[in-house]
């Protein structure tokens, strides 16, 4: 069945650090590729999302690319704040009824 | 646009007692609704999938007489955990999904936290 794995937290950063956070998926077809965020005590928000494969999606400096050859939809960003310290879910769908989540990674951005 | 509210965000209640959970899609039709459970640092669970007007459909394990769903319009759906106990305490989180067009994405609400003593 579809699966997403990501990439076991904690991770914790200087401040304008690089970050990568990974990501792979199993499934069947093409399905859509999204990176939430949540924030302490709060639900999920959107950060971005890609529908096909080679899309780049991206918001707030993040990246995530849709590689169907390696099938992969790794977050990026160039340089973090203290403020996207926060829980990142790479999750998948085909047709937004049944969504697969990760795990979840932990990001800790310090001063 | 496409904001999901939940009400209340927090609840505290006494074992034995039963809560409802309201999730409303504020500025758009939701013909569906979805209801997870988190458990701390962990991921998402989807406990059912319920369509207005009809019955919710439950996930694998997740006890229907224990968590009763409610969608009786396109833009409230309502979770009643049924004579809570402390193991129901947990992060519980609607999303839901535009009505009517093929767009496959899920708008979450903020989230309970249900903490049952």
């Known amino acids: 069945g579809d699966s997403v794995t990501q990439m076991e937290g904690p991770v914790t950063l200087s401040e304008e650090a690089f970050l990568t956070i990974n990501c792979t998926y199993t499934?069947?077809?093409?399905?859509?590729l999204f990176w939430y965020v949540q924030y302490p005590g709060e639900g999920l928000q959107l950060l971005l999302k890609?529908?096909?494969?080679?899309d780049k999606g991206s918001n707030k400096g993040f990246e995530a690319t849709y590689r169907k050859e390696t099938t992969s939809f790794h977050l990026e960003k160039g340089s973090v704040q203290v403020s996207d310290s926060a829980v990142y879910f790479c999750?998948?769908?085909?047709?937004?009824?049944?969504?697969?989540f990760g795990t979840g990674t932990s990001l800790t951005v310090i001063p | 646009g496409a904001v999901v509210s939940q009400h209340p965000s927090r609840v505290i209640c006494k074992s034995g007692t039963s809560v409802k959970i309201e999730c409303r899609s504020l500025?758009?039709?939701?013909?569906?609704m979805f209801w997870y459970r988190q458990f701390p640092k962990q991921s998402l669970m989807l406990m059912a999938t319920?369509?207005?007007?009809?019955?919710?459909?439950?996930e694998q394990g997740v006890e229907k007489d224990k968590f009763l769903i409610n969608h009786a319009s396109l833009t409230l759906s309502t979770l009643t955990v049924t004579s809570a106990h402390p193991e129901d305490s947990s992060f519980y989180i609607c999303?839901?999904?535009?009505?009517?067009?093929?767009?496959?994405?899920?708008?979450f609400g903020p989230g309970t936290r249900l903490t049952v003593l």
């Open positions: 499934a069947t077809g093409y399905p859509s």
């Open positions: 319920s369509n207005e007007g009809s019955k919710a459909t439950y």
């Open positions: 999750a998948l769908t085909h047709t937004g009824n049944q969504f697969y």
């Open positions: 890609a529908t096909k494969a080679d």
């Open positions: 500025d758009f039709q939701a013909t569906t």
């Open positions: 999303s839901a999904k535009v009505g009517g067009s093929s767009y496959n994405e899920q708008f």
